[in-house]
């Protein structure tokens, strides 16, 4: 069972940044053979992708809009996933969660609560 907490949402102006965390709890096990993600969704649209990480390598991939703007790294020692938002939009303003897979999965299987991004023009 993998758990997922995002925490560090919030209200900010355009320009501003934000930066995300999601802690990872997961008894018995190691997250080195996970592939870690963050994705956001906004009223009347799909769930979207953001970035994505891998946990032992470090490899990242970031969807088109976000890219050169978010960084997305982990912390082995506290096993956490950040999310850094810089130069905020308004159009990035949505419910941010994270997401955890196996990397022998090609699907995220597991999911946080969401944490909520506000980006005032």
């Known amino acids: 069972q993998v758990q997922l907490v995002e925490s560090g949402g919030g209200l900010v102006q355009a320009g501003d940044s934000l930066r995300l965390s999601c802690a990872c709890v997961?008894?018995?096990?190691?997250?080195?053979?996970?592939?870690m993600g963050w994705f956001r969704r906004t009223p009347g649209k799909n769930r979207e992708f953001v970035a994505d990480?891998?946990?032992?390598?470090?490899?990242?991939h970031y969807a088109e809009s976000v890219k050169g703007r978010f960084t997305i790294s982990r912390d082995s020692a506290k096993n956490t996933v950040y999310l850094q938002m810089n130069s905020l939009k308004p159009e990035d303003t949505a419910i941010y969660y994270c997401?955890?897979?196996?990397?022998?999965?090609?699907?995220?299987?597991?999911w946080g609560q969401g944490t909520q991004v506000t980006v005032s023009s």
């Open positions: 997401a955890a897979r196996s990397s022998s999965l090609s699907l995220f299987n597991n």
């Open positions: 997961a008894s018995g096990r190691t997250f080195s053979g996970y592939a």
């Open positions: 990480i891998t946990w032992s390598a470090g490899n990242t």
